[in-house]
């Protein structure tokens, strides 16, 4: 006998809209992530003195030969990819790629 399935709308599935808002439940803490940035060599001291200016952004390593390891900590998913992508506009930056990104539970 064949099971009657309820009836879902695949747009607002896809769309979110089958959620409500109030059943949402943020994590708590934050989201860190590693970012590699690949720059110009001879303007690396200018990218990384712009990069540590930026919220919760801090360099974790650097190569002469133009890369630079920044740890950034954020508030959310949406903070973290804004200062990816303010990293990756800078003037000089040839590549900015997230290498690595979890929830940060203890902030």
Same mark, same amino acid.
Request: glycine letters at 6%; a negative charge.
């Given at each position: 006998? /064949?099971?009657?399935?309820? !009836?879902?709308?695949?747009? !607002?599935?896809?769309?979110?809209?089958?959620?409500? +808002?109030?059943?949402?439940? /943020? +994590? +708590?803490?934050?989201?860190? /992530?590693?970012?590699?940035v690949q720059a110009r060599?001879?303007?690396? !001291? #200018?990218?990384? !003195?712009a990069i540590v200016t930026m919220e919760g952004c801090e360099i974790h390593g650097r190569d002469p030969i133009g890369k630079l390891v920044v740890v950034v900590d954020s508030p959310d998913s949406g903070s973290l990819g804004t200062t990816l992508n303010n990293i990756a506009r800078? +003037? #000089?930056?040839?590549s900015a790629s997230l290498v690595f990104h979890a929830l940060d539970a203890t902030s």
């Open positions: 006998m /064949a099971k009657s399935h309820s !009836a879902v709308d695949r747009r !607002a599935l896809m769309t979110g809209r089958l959620i409500k +808002p109030d059943r949402v439940i /943020a +994590p +708590p803490g934050g989201e860190i /992530a590693s970012i590699l060599p001879e303007h690396l !001291a #200018d990218v990384e !003195a800078l +003037p #000089d930056v040839y």
